[in-house]
């Protein structure tokens, strides 16, 4: 493997709600094509900081975010940064699956044509390709028009992964994503995510320490909106630097 | 049995019959209105009510019907319903999609539109009549569009803000996330899976329209032509309702029971088809 | 067709097909000319809804201007509180006295609310708490569906029953002679109009109260009426003053309703089995010749100011409690 490049990284965050600070001083770099998991306590601001990535956080009431996010070198939080154009590099997969209330055909088209692709044609062939690139297309080709509602859970959650992949994105972002799903949901979701990182950075938050392991290059461990430790896998979680890494990893704190 | 016990079990059951009979009071009370509705309504309602307007000496109990009513009903409910609804969804969408949530606007907005709710739809009227003397329009279907729409805008408004305030936050940030823009997310997303519910606003809007009669008394006039124009004065069925019934004449009076059954019908059948459209665009609603 | 090469082995995932999909996605083929495009559409929209949600305020505020103006004339030749506190009404010789009027309005909805709250609560108690599946079932369509009939209608059901039960049963009773058009008619009649709507608003609070809190009531040996009575109710509490103040203002303004069966006697009705002559009648029973008395419609709107001002003022006082419930409750 070649050495990773960083496409995403964040510098001197600060996130309050109101007085409450949230994120202190975060610094990460998010590697590309690596699997970065973001492990924590609950309450950490893990949530917060996936959500200051593609600025979803612009819509909560309140807050005050301070510092950089550099996405391909630029910050998204600049003067007149296009939010609508950097969200479109950034999939997101939330905890519980969001399905939009639409077919299961214009659930993955929605991207593509808010963006502005137009021949009907090609619109087709792609929903079949991210369809197929989700591992959804078998089991949904005959219903390709009923409502998404419809689907199970976990099918839901990978209708998501192909509809954020559609707009083409650079980044998965994932917020727990298999925390709603069944074990075999879940491996489905992780084994997924295990080919699309050739590819994508990804990165997830995660409270399931196991599946941290299973699945990250990079882990980034939070306590009460610090960022303690961060690097490769193997390293933080057979030798954590951090007295309160250490704890954590070994269950003492959680 | 301890006797404390005996008193609580005695004191649930009469609670039970209490509340029984209170429901009972309510519903047969409705029931009643329905009954007395169709059993008084129904010997007089002819073809000929439905499909003629007032014909010379009808308000003596020659012939005719009640078409002009119908029909100006159907236009000032139809237009208002359309004005609220222009007005009303907008609204709803900039208060669950564009405005901050917790921001002061927000209540601000929805405490108005609370009040004027509350607001009686006479005084509206009242306000109706003020503005066409400033304006300088005449009594008119145009009139009575505007101040009957007003007055539905916020039932209309408030109804579909409340839908759209149970939309899932979590599917509104899905769509931003793939990089849609608010009006987008609006639009595509909150208005649709709140669909059902906007129908439902909309039809309770044109069922209040229908049957205001206070607020059309100043704005809207009364005739006995089916309005040409827009700016023609044009009769409802409220109050065609309520002039026939203050008749001396015996067969007038028969003839508002058989408008009030018409009118009655039109808000049930409404009712009705409201509940199957509701059903048909509630498919893709997650 | 070069597309297509990735759906002829689409279960595979190698890293090619990864690339592919980065380059069917839409990525940076669609122009900037699109982007500008729907980011103008998106700040034209915006400036639209909130101008519409901003002209909600002013339409409340332009009516009270509105009919405040059309009042003045009364106003400033009359001082405010004679136009109040006085029962005179001669309107040839100049001369408004609102207090009949007024307490003609004030009866009528105290005995409509009075009626419609604890039927309607107890109802919609009832229907969520102690009812079956079935009758819930039937019940719920039908009072939606009574909710929507119009004012006009249960006017006529107030004339052809509720009439002729004051006139023949309830009058005789209290040893009154009356015609039946009375007070009291006009109060039952807007009782009934109301009790669709308290009996929906309260079932759909109760229904919403969590099942854990029933559980513990019930978990401490309470029956279920003590359940519902201390714990639902207690919770549900906010939610049923809601429903008291919508009934509230659904009765207080309404007019045909009433205009039909009150009587429409200028008089203060000392008992409400005489005739009374509420706001709402005054104003549709003479906007026709109001512009025939000199004041006359200066007088009309002020009566129109009146019920605003009330209805505000009620309004506010009932959300201020509502609030405070809704903190206790929590
Ligand atoms: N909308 C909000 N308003 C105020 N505080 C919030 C909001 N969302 C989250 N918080 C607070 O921010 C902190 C971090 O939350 P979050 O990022 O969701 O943590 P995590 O995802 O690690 O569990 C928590 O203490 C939470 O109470
Ligand atoms: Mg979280």
Redo the contacts between chains.
């Keep these: 493997m070649h050495t990773p490049r960083t496409t995403l990284s964040v510098r001197g965050l600060h996130v309050n709600y109101g007085d409450h600070a949230v994120l202190k001083d975060v610094n990460v770099d998010f590697p590309d094509r690596r699997l970065t998991a973001i492990i924590g306590p609950s309450g950490c601001g893990k949530t917060t900081l996936l959500r200051t990535l593609?600025r979803?956080i612009d819509?909560t009431?309140?807050t005050r975010i301070t510092g950089e996010v550099l996405l391909d070198g630029q910050d998204i939080y600049a003067r007149g940064a296009?939010v609508?154009?950097l969200?479109?590099k950034?999939?997101?997969l939330?905890?519980?699956p969001?399905?939009?209330?639409?077919?299961i055909f214009d659930n993955v088209a929605?991207?593509?044509r808010?963006?502005?692709?137009r021949p009907k044609q090609q619109i087709a062939?792609?929903v079949?390709?991210?369809l197929?690139?989700a591992?959804l297309?078998e089991e949904v080709k005959e219903r390709l028009h009923q409502?998404?509602?419809g689907l199970s859970i976990g099918q839901q959650q990978r209708l998501?992964l192909a509809?954020?992949?559609?707009?083409?994105?650079e980044v998965i972002?994932g917020d727990e994503p298999t925390s709603a799903l069944d074990p075999i949901s879940t491996r489905h979701i992780e084994d997924k995510f295990t080919?699309?990182k050739?590819?994508?950075a990804i990165i997830i938050v995660t409270h399931v320490l196991r599946q941290a392991r299973r699945l990250a290059d990079h882990v980034v461990f939070m306590y009460l909106g610090e960022v303690v430790e961060q690097g490769p896998a193997e390293q933080l979680f057979n030798d954590p630097q951090h007295e309160l890494t250490r704890a954590y990893i070994s269950g003492s704190i959680s | 049995m301890e006797k404390s016990t005996r008193n609580r079990l005695l004191q649930e059951q009469a609670a039970l019959w209490m509340m029984r009979s209170a429901a009972f009071v309510v519903f047969a009370s409705l029931v009643a209105i329905i009954l007395t509705i169709v059993v008084k309504g129904w010997s007089s309602l002819s073809w000929e009510m439905l499909t003629s307007t007032p014909q010379g000496g009808y308000y003596l109990g020659k012939g005719g019907g009640i078409l002009n009513a119908i029909a100006g009903s159907v236009y000032l409910a139809l237009g208002s319903t359309v004005l609220a609804t222009g007005i009303g969804l907008p609204i709803a969408l900039y208060l669950n999609v564009y405005a901050s949530p917790s921001g002061r606007s927000v209540g601000m907005i929805r405490t108005a539109l609370d009040v004027l709710f509350g607001v009686p739809s006479i005084v509206y009227g009242s306000f109706g009549f003020v503005l066409m003397l400033w304006v300088g329009i005449k009594v008119s279907l145009f009139a009575g569009i505007i101040v009957v729409g007003l007055l539905v805008v916020p039932i209309v408004a408030r109804t579909m803000d409340e839908v759209l305030r149970s939309v899932r936050p979590e599917m509104k940030d899905a769509a931003f996330a793939m990089g849609a823009t608010r009006w987008e997310t609006a639009w595509k997303v909150v208005a649709r899976q709140g669909l059902p519910g906007l129908g439902t606003a909309l039809l309770m809007g044109f069922g209040r329209a229908i049957g205001d009669a206070a607020s059309v008394m100043f704005t809207t006039g009364f005739t006995d032509h089916v309005p040409g124009s827009i700016m023609d004065p044009a009769a409802t069925l409220p109050l065609a309702i309520f002039f026939q019934l203050s008749s001396p004449v015996p067969e007038v009076r028969e003839r508002a029971y058989a408008a009030a059954l018409v009118l009655t019908m039109i808000i049930l059948i409404l009712s009705i088809f409201g509940r199957l459209l509701v059903k048909r665009s509630s498919k893709h609603t997650i | 067709m070069g597309n297509r090469i990735f759906l002829s082995d689409p279960t595979a995932c190698t890293a090619e097909v990864v690339a592919g999909a980065r380059l069917l996605a839409v990525a940076d083929r669609v122009g900037p000319d699109r982007a500008w495009r729907r980011a103008a559409m998106d700040n034209l929209m915006r400036v639209v809804v909130a101008m519409f949600a901003w002209c909600m305020p002013l339409l409340l505020l332009a009516i009270a201007i509105g009919l405040a103006v059309k009042a003045m004339p009364l106003i400033s030749t009359t001082p405010l509180m004679d136009l109040l506190t006085s029962s005179e009404w001669r309107p040839l010789k100049g001369e408004f006295g609102f207090l009949a009027f007024i307490v003609g309005t004030v009866e009528v909805t105290l005995i409509a609310v009075l009626l419609a709250v604890p039927f309607g609560v107890l109802s919609g108690i009832y229907l969520s708490e102690h009812s079956n599946t079935a009758t819930k079932r039937l019940a719920v369509p039908v009072l939606d569906m009574l909710g929507a009939i119009p004012s006009v209608i249960f006017g006529i059901w107030g004339v052809v029953l509720i009439v002729p039960l004051v006139r023949n049963g309830i009058a005789p009773f209290f040893g009154v002679a009356s015609t039946g058009y009375t007070v009291l008619t006009g109060g039952l009649v807007l009782s009934v109009m109301v009790f669709p709507l308290i009996t929906q608003v309260v079932h759909e609070v109760v229904r919403t109260v969590p099942n854990g809190l029933r559980d513990a009531g019930l978990a401490l040996g309470a029956t279920n009426w003590e359940t519902t009575r201390k714990v639902v109710v207690r919770k549900a509490l906010p939610g049923i003053w809601a429903a008291c103040i919508l009934g509230f203002s659904r009765a207080f303004g309404e007019t045909i309703a009433v205009l039909m069966v009150v009587g429409n006697v200028v008089q203060i009705p000392w008992n409400p089995l005489q005739a009374g002559y509420p706001i709402p009648a005054l104003i549709a029973n003479n906007y026709g010749e109001m512009m025939s008395i000199p004041m006359y419609d200066s007088a009309l709107m002020f009566a129109a100011l009146l019920l605003l001002a009330i209805v505000l003022a009620f309004n506010l006082y009932a959300r201020r409690v509502l609030k405070r419930m809704e903190i206790r409750a929590n």
């Design positions: 593609n979803l819509n009431e309140g296009d609508t154009g969200r479109r950034m999939g997101l939330s905890q519980r969001t399905p939009l209330p639409m077919s929605f991207g593509m808010i963006h502005g692709e062939e792609r079949e390709y991210f197929r690139h591992s297309w409502p998404a509602g998501c509809r954020g992949l559609a707009v083409g994105p972002l080919e699309l050739e590819r994508y």
